[in-house]
C-alpha cells in the first residue's frame, strides 16, 4: 500500500467516524455508552485490519512455498487453512468481547 493511499483511506476512515459521532447523540444516551460503542468499533476495526495483513502474509508465504516445492503443496495448503483459522478467530473474539463487554 502506498503511502498517499494509506492516507487517503486514514481520512476516510477518521471522517467516518467523526459523523457518527452526532448520531450517537442524538439517540439521548450518556456519553459513557457512546464512547463504549465507539471503543467497541474501533477495536474491531483494528483487529480486522491485523488480521487481513496476517492472511495475506500467510496466503502469499503459501503461495511461494507451494512455488518452490510443489510436491508439498497439500500439506501447505492444510497448513495455511489451518493458520488462517486462527487469524481469523481474532476478529470473532474481538467482536465478541465489544459486543458484551462494551
Known amino acids: 500500500m502506498t503511502k498517499k493511499l ?11 467516524m467523526a459523523m457518527s459521532l452526532p ?7 450518556s456519553n459513557e455508552s457512546m ?12 483487529a480486522a485490519f ?5 492472511d495475506g502474509n500467510a496466503i502469499a508465504a503459501a503461495c511461494e512455498g ?3 516445492n510443489p510436491g508439498a503443496g497439500g500439506t501447505i ?3 495455511m487453512l489451518i493458520g488462517m483459522v486462527f487469524i481469523e478467530t481474532l476478529v470473532l473474539v474481538t ?4 459486543l458484551l463487554g462494551f
Do not use: H
Open 50 to 54: 491485523g488480521c487481513g495483513l496476517g
Open 77 to 79: 495448503r492444510v497448513t
Open 66 to 68: 507451494t512455488a518452490r
Open 95 to 98: 467482536f465478541l468481547a465489544a
Open 6 to 16: 494509506f492516507l487517503k483511506t486514514l481520512a476516510t476512515a477518521s471522517f467516518l
Open 35 to 46: 464512547y463504549k460503542i465507539t471503543i467497541g468499533a474501533l477495536a474491531v476495526g483494528i
Open 23 to 29: 448520531a450517537l447523540a442524538a439517540e439521548g444516551g
